[in-house]
């Protein structure tokens, strides 16, 4: 493995897990479909089995995506002005030949996961393979960029607790690559996955990577992610303004275009 980066410088702890009510009467109990108003009211339920936080200087939370990007910003606040709010995307780096493995990943910040006896043992063209990784990176570079606060150090995050936030785990892919991703290239503590909803035989799965996992409800087939949402893809009015706070450039929402969460 090889680690670069752009910048210089299994205990399950549910919380309240199996059931919450929230104050507009929406249901979230474990185990059947439960639709949340929108990424806001979701944040709120997960925020509330996240207590054990509260308060503690020595916790950081990274949203992987801007759905997860407005749940992580109500779990902030919820634990406290001093909790800093990270946007970090990940992504893989593809193999041309084997379309389903990953080489490693790519990280918003720059920094780079790469198994390099993987790719000498498929006989890969390195030059290839770090074209790609440019490709990536400065995709993700531009989309890192739009996000208001500035991505922190990794050295600023070593011993800190991660909250890895999401806003749902369909088939988990994408939350796999982050944690590997974390684990390699971060001296973190503890990486704690939180989520309000998340495939119970997916949930089980993570516990073996991570030190814990939260959620709201862990179903046994949870589908779309946008189904456990009122407005599905659709961003709603408090979400979109929330994006506009989050993010530079995000459309207004008295457009009619909007924003989807896709």
């Known amino acids: 493995?090889?680690?670069?980066?752009?910048?210089?410088?299994?205990?399950?702890?549910?919380?309240?897990?199996?059931?919450?009510?929230?104050?507009?009467?929406?249901?979230?109990?474990?185990?059947?479909?439960?639709?949340?108003?929108?990424?806001?009211?979701?944040?709120?339920?997960?925020a509330a089995n996240l207590q054990q936080y509260i308060g503690d200087p020595n916790v950081a939370v990274m949203s992987i995506s801007r759905g997860g990007a407005i749940i992580g910003s109500v779990i902030a606040d919820a634990l406290g002005a001093d909790v800093p709010h990270i946007f970090y995307l990940v992504r893989p780096i593809p193999c041309a030949s084997i379309p389903r493995l990953s080489l490693g990943s790519v990280a918003g910040d720059g920094s780079v996961r790469l198994d390099n006896m993987v790719a000498k043992s498929l006989g890969l063209d390195m030059s290839q393979v770090l074209n790609s990784i440019a490709e990536i990176d400065a995709q993700l570079c531009s989309e890192q960029m739009q996000f208001q606060s500035q991505m922190p150090s990794?050295?600023?995050?070593?011993?800190?607790?991660?909250l890895v936030v999401d806003d749902g785990i369909e088939a988990g892919d994408m939350m796999r690559e982050a944690i590997m991703h974390l684990r390699h290239c971060y001296a973190a503590s503890a990486i704690v996955v939180a989520v309000p909803v998340c495939l119970a035989d997916l949930r089980k799965q993570l516990k073996r990577h991570v030190e814990c996992v939260v959620d709201v409800v862990s179903s046994v087939c949870v589908g779309s992610v946008a189904r456990w949402y009122e407005r599905g893809v659709r961003a709603s009015a408090d979400e979109q303004r929330a994006l506009q706070r989050l993010f530079v450039g995000t459309p207004s929402s008295r457009r009619r275009s909007g924003f989807d969460f896709e």
Do not use: N, Y
């Open 1 to 46: 493995m090889v680690s670069a980066s752009r910048q210089q410088s299994s205990t399950s702890i549910r919380g309240h897990g199996s059931s919450d009510i929230d104050g507009r009467g929406v249901s979230a109990a474990r185990g059947r479909q439960t639709m949340f108003i929108d990424r806001i009211h979701a944040g709120r339920l997960l």
């Open 154 to 162: 990794p050295e600023s995050l070593a011993g800190k607790t991660l």
